[in-house]
């Protein structure tokens, strides 16, 4: 096996570096020769450490491997072809996911190479345009979420129409020579191009196991797949760029009459005391907007993007709305080559109506907009996990029926932190006590049934929280309990974090330590070394095997293995102290 010079590896980094500065400075900046860097070794330590702990590092890909068993030959092998400019990416796995509309999404599994070839395409892809993309994108990018594009969009003060936008199959229609185009203007590199190409081209298995060529798409769930995508869309978010700065028009809007003439009444009516009157034309005041809501002569838009979905706000006409869209759907349909759905791209009134966007609820309370919780959304989601029916009446969840207790426990707090943590600058906050209460019944129901017994006895035996002892694997005892929210008070400064967070400078940090290096956890050999890995505890399928039941004990997705230790265990030819003897002595 070959060492790591750290010098030499340090030489990468600032090569990386070199890259992601010069491009912040000049936006406009040509890239030249970035295909050499796929010779560096030090490169697949970056990309295998970056990856080896997503969920999909042990998916197989349609030759039925994945980042298990990944060594120094895989990258001998990858160099090799790079050099020869011999690679080729192999069909990837596809299954479906059902949408929320009834359609089914593809995604697609590459293999364990692949994977690695296509994270090191994408840091590259981060260093160049990542201090390029506009602000007003927030999908797939460092510092950036849902919550900093729902912060954004809490700043639209005074918005008038929303425009709720969608792109039909977004992922699958991108055209590949349109893309192609885009990387040229930053990318002189044809190598470089023509491996983006390969990867784009490189087709899948379907269910029936017949190879279907792509001719155009991005693959979903592929590490490049996100970048290429906001690459690719980049170019509406300039078009929405342009489109502010053109139809910005007035500095204020000019003042309502009848805000004034009511206004010069209640001044009246102060000077002779007259106290029904007065509390008359306040009332009448407060529903009555101080300015003018059809003056022409004063226009705003407001736009933010998240993946494939974006929304628009504009103050002015509902006809300057619907003519705003129709450029939209023309910029899409002749630069992209895109689809807006008719569906779900919606003109959406800011006060009367509720805007749908990443999940949530957009309205306009004079002058300030309001991010609400979809309260019925939630509720299907809780339905779709089966703690609920459609009405939100909490019942036990029966696949969960067979797990024990303080798993059935631990679950309930994963669902009701997540949901409670990501709401929590919403004005209707407070209607989260109704989402805890479903999923605290909904716990109690399954442990109800589980210990076959009442749902009073249960409450009585573990109290509200649901406290419930136990010894661990390692056998000691534990206690875990449900973590129940008193106050759904809302954080106003939720929010203006999100804001805060992304003017920050983001952070790199990529790992160069080559993995490989370690001595063998069995037999302490430092050489012929191989990457053994599993999978989450919840996809793992009991009994299991003696080295699964050791990387649980001691809590390692991954560890380094001499490749006879490696063939031993993966056929479940060493005994559990076999494995721990080195440990133990």
């Not at 936006?27 to 020769?33: A, Q, R, T, V």
């Not at 809490?154 to 885009?182: K, N, P, Q, Y």
């Not at 009511?262 to 005391?273: G, T, W």
């Not at 442990?447 to 076959?452: E, L, Q, S």
Request: positive net charge; aromatic residues 10%; charged residues 30%.
């Amino acid at each position: 096996m070959k060492g790591v010079d750290p010098n030499e590896s340090s030489k990468l980094l600032t090569k990386l570096e070199c890259f992601r500065s010069r491009n912040s400075i000049n936006h406009y900046y040509i890239n030249k020769d970035v295909y050499r860097l796929l010779y560096d070794r030090d490169f697949y330590y970056i990309a295998y450490n970056s990856i080896k702990s997503n969920d999909g590092a042990e998916t197989a890909g349609s030759d039925g491997t994945s980042l298990h068993g990944f060594c120094e030959e895989w990258i001998d092998e990858l160099i090799s072809s790079f050099r020869d400019e011999i690679y080729q990416p192999q069909p990837n796995r596809i299954t479906y996911i059902p949408k929320k509309n009834g359609k089914m999404r593809k995604l697609s599994f590459p293999n364990g190479k692949d994977k690695l070839v296509q994270e090191c395409v994408r840091i590259i892809l981060e260093c160049i345009y990542e201090p390029t993309f506009s602000n007003l994108s927030h999908g797939f990018r460092p510092n950036r979420s849902v919550h900093s594009a729902l912060a954004q969009v809490e700043t639209w003060r005074a918005t008038t129409w929303f425009i709720e936008g969608d792109i039909s199959a977004c992922f699958d229609e991108i055209d590949h020579r349109v893309l192609e185009s885009i990387l040229r203007e930053r990318i002189h590199d044809e190598r470089f191009i023509r491996l983006i190409n390969k990867i784009l081209k490189a087709g899948y298995f379907d269910m029936e196991h017949k190879f279907q060529s792509t001719k155009r798409g991005n693959a979903q769930g592929s590490c490049s797949s996100q970048i290429l995508a906001n690459i690719y869309l980049d170019k509406l978010d300039r078009f929405m760029e342009h489109i502010i700065e053109r139809d910005m028009l007035g500095k204020h809007r000019r003042q309502n009459p009848e805000y004034a003439r009511l206004r010069h009444q209640l001044n009246k009516a102060i000077s002779v005391h007259d106290i029904k009157e007065i509390k008359r034309l306040r009332k009448k005041l407060s529903s009555t907007s101080s300015v003018d809501n059809f003056d022409s002569s004063f226009c705003r838009v407001h736009y933010v993007r998240y993946a494939d979905d974006f929304l628009v706000g504009t103050i002015s006409s509902k006809a300057y709305a619907q003519q705003l869209k129709q450029e939209i759907r023309q910029f899409l349909k002749d630069e992209l080559h895109l689809r807006l759905s008719e569906e779900k791209t919606l003109i959406t009134h800011a006060k009367n109506e509720k805007a749908h966007f990443l999940g949530y609820l957009i309205s306009r309370r004079f002058p300030s907009i309001d991010i609400l919780i979809d309260n019925q959304k939630l509720i299907c989601k809780l339905r779709d996990n089966g703690m609920c029916d459609a009405f939100g009446k909490p019942h036990s969840i029966k696949r969960l029926l067979s797990k024990p207790i303080e798993d059935i426990i631990t679950y309930g707090n994963q669902v009701l932190r997540g949901l409670i943590n990501n709401n929590q600058g919403c004005r209707n906050y407070y209607d989260m006590h109704r989402i805890q209460y479903i999923i605290q019944y909904s716990i109690a129901y399954t442990i109800a049934r589980k210990c076959d017994t009442s749902l009073k006895k249960v409450f009585k035996k573990y109290h509200t929280q649901l406290i419930y002892s136990y010894t661990n694997d390692k056998g000691k005892a534990k206690t875990i309990k449900l973590v129940l929210y008193r106050s759904f008070k809302r954080d106003k400064t939720f929010f203006p974090q999100w804001l805060s967070k992304i003017k920050q400078n983001v952070e790199y940090k990529y790992s160069d330590t080559n993995p490989l290096k370690r001595n063998c956890y069995i037999c302490g050999n430092p050489q012929q070394h191989v990457m053994f890995h599993r999978k989450k505890i919840s996809l793992l399928h009991k009994p299991y095997s003696h080295i699964i039941k050791e990387m649980i004990r001691i809590n390692r997705r991954q560890i380094c293995l001499y490749r006879e230790c490696f063939i031993k265990v993966s056929q479940n030819l060493l005994e559990y102290n076999q494995i721990t003897k080195r440990k133990l002595t």
